[in-house]
């Protein structure tokens, strides 16, 4: 998942356009997305939609409402009714959420967990050990609920965002970067991406199609990059050596090989 696209759950005739993006996830969006009065209609509208014609990408998931919220039930029966891949649970707090969600969907469903709270941050290392197959941090929701502010650098949420990707990692799920806002901002959007790979992320949420590609660029090892990686190795191979002017050891030939593995997979 190097791209988790979201659609709003009350547009979906935008779902037949998601398939040029090439997304490598769609997500259709019941929560954030969608307004309190018109949660039950973009349910049916969403599901009926996505009965009709599924979105040409690698995987369809529906983010349901959090639970405890008076939506979240009959979500979630849509969803585990509909023909789609999984869900998406957003503001992840308690093991016992993720258990009553795996419990209520189809065997093998993919279930992505939102790391979007003080508390989902403070408790990510338990939380995603209880093995949803993805964890996503949404910065948005964390510094709304924490009451800082969101600046474009991203420094107040450093912390956060590198606890759940550590914590990701521990738990041996894929981790997923924040969103960008600025959806037209082509070189934010950029940069935010770069900063999120470097800090261990596999993939990043995307809001408008034109980050996709983006997003598959960033995640994505570069030609010199998988270039770099089999320099490594083959220096290895001669014992600690040196590659581009930087001393060859064995941690240098660990990141090689995760950046050969992650070449394979796109």
């Known amino acids: 998942m190097r791209s988790l696209m979201f659609v709003p759950g009350g547009r979906p005739e935008l779902l037949p356009k998601v398939g040029r993006a090439r997304p490598d996830a769609v997500v259709v969006d019941l929560e954030d997305a969608v307004a309190p ?78 790391i979007e709270t003080a508390l989902g941050v403070a408790d990510a290392r338990p939380l995603l050990a209880e093995g949803p197959d ?24 450093l912390f956060a965002r590198s606890a759940v990707c550590l914590a990701a990692h521990l738990a041996g799920v894929v981790a997923l970067d924040q969103a960008v806002v600025a959806v037209h901002d082509v070189e934010a959007f950029r940069v935010d991406a770069s900063q999120g790979r470097d800090l261990g992320y596999r993939g990043k949420i995307c809001l408008h199609p034109g980050q996709v590609a983006i997003a598959h ?14 320099a490594v190795l083959r220096a290895a191979e001669r014992g600690v050596g040196v590659v581009d002017g930087q001393m060859v050891d064995a941690v240098h030939v660990t990141m090689a090989k995760r950046v050969l593995a992650a070449g394979e997979r796109g």
């Open 134 to 157: 993805a964890g996503y941090f949404g910065a948005e929701d964390y510094i709304a609920d924490i009451g800082g502010r969101r600046t474009p650098a991203s420094t107040e949420v």
């Open 37 to 114: 009065d018109a949660k039950d209609a973009a349910r049916e509208a969403a599901v009926g939609a996505l009965t009709a014609q599924r979105p040409d990408a690698g995987a369809v998931l529906l983010r349901i409402n959090p639970p405890g919220t008076v939506w979240h039930a009959a979500d979630l029966a849509a969803a585990a009714a509909a023909s789609i891949d999984g869900v998406v649970l957003p503001k992840y707090e308690h093991a016992a959420q993720l258990a009553a969600v795996r419990a209520a969907l189809p065997e093998g469903a993919l279930v992505v967990a939102g």
């Open 217 to 230: 660029e960033v995640f994505t090892p570069s030609a010199a990059e998988i270039e770099h990686a089999q």
